[in-house]
């Protein structure tokens, strides 16, 4: 696949290129609108938090095709990333900052439709999941725990730090 820049600082490859799509022969090529929407994120979520957080960010994962998504063992049906509409990033694997301050960012700078704390515990995640759906974004802030289901936060009235709170997190 083509290593085309398709923002300032993400590649087609990284954000669509994933080991296992590649093992198994699977083109994991978004067109038309979820081309769009891929621009979308990598420009207005990815490259405003690489800037933010001062170096690289690994992409865990941008857009993920139907058959791909079919191979990914506990992957939503109904993903975002199906119609790339969400990232999953993490600045931790390049020794980069620490998740936390990345997922407080987009929190307190950033459009998002949901933000997810994955993983983790209750001081970083994981990796950070930002849904964005350009001009219909919710601001919903999410915690996901291993084995647990989904908590959501969708009251925006509320301060960001009572919100935090709510889901457990240190704020």
């Known amino acids: 696949m083509e290593n085309k820049k398709i923002s300032k600082y993400l590649s087609l490859y990284e954000a669509t290129s994933y080991i296992n799509a590649v093992r198994a022969g699977v083109d ?3 067109t038309g609108e979820f081309y769009q929407n891929m621009l979308d994120v990598a ?3 990815f ?3 690489r ?3 001062g170096g690289p960010l690994f992409c865990h994962c941008l857009y ?3 058959k791909y998504n079919s ?3 506990g992957a939503d049906p109904n993903s975002d990333h199906l119609r790339a509409q969400a990232i999953d990033m993490d600045c931790e694997q390049y020794g980069n900052g620490d998740n936390k301050k990345l997922f407080l960012f987009v929190i307190n700078n950033l459009d998002y439709d949901n933000i997810i704390w994955e993983f983790g515990n209750d001081e970083k995640p994981d990796w950070v999941h930002v849904s964005y759906k350009k001009g219909r974004n919710r601001k919903i802030i999410t ?3 291993k084995d647990k289901p989904y908590v959501r936060h969708y009251d925006s009235r509320m301060k960001i730090e009572e919100r935090l709170k709510f889901l457990g997190l240190n704020g």
Request: charge should be neutral; charged fraction near 40%; glycine fraction near 4%.
């Open 64 to 66: 993920r095709g139907q």
């Open 71 to 73: 191979l990914v063992k």
């Open 51 to 53: 800037e933010a957080m």
């Open 28 to 30: 994991n090529t978004p």
């Open 47 to 49: 490259d405003p938090c």
């Open 43 to 45: 420009v207005d979520v």
């Open 143 to 145: 915690r996901k725990e």
